[in-house]
């Protein structure tokens, strides 16, 4: 499996970037070819500090091919844009091959 992480730190406006998350940005990623779940965590708590981060979205997909696909399609370009027209300063993305230990 190949997993798709993004961290987004807490937004000025925590109500209108959830809309915009769910009503907009997650129904473009869910179009994007290959991918095969979309896991959005919030409410994040850190043992002994405040959480640095808002939210956390893990994608996966079968393998590295079919990431680099996923990543070089249409549907992808254009979420990728709307993530960037509205958490642009917010989000970090690592991406890297996921296996169970």
Do not use: C, W
């Not at 798709?4 to 925590?14: I, M, N, S």
């Not at 959830?18 to 070819?33: E, F, G, K, S, T």
């Not at 640095?52 to 979205?57: E, R, V, W």
């Not at 079919?66 to 917010?90: I, Q, R, W």
């Amino acid at each position: 499996m190949y997993k798709l992480t993004a961290f987004f730190t807490k937004p000025e406006d925590v109500e209108a970037f959830d809309a915009h998350y769910d009503n907009v940005h997650a129904p473009l990623m869910r179009a994007v070819p290959g991918l095969q779940s979309l896991v959005v965590s919030r409410g994040l708590r850190s043992f002994g500090a405040d959480s640095p981060y808002y939210l956390i979205a893990e994608m996966t997909f079968t393998d590295r091919e079919a990431f680099k696909s996923a990543m070089a399609s249409d549907e992808n370009k254009a979420a990728g844009k709307d993530l960037m027209s509205f958490a642009g300063g917010l989000v970090t993305m690592v991406h890297g091959e996921a296996n169970e230990v």
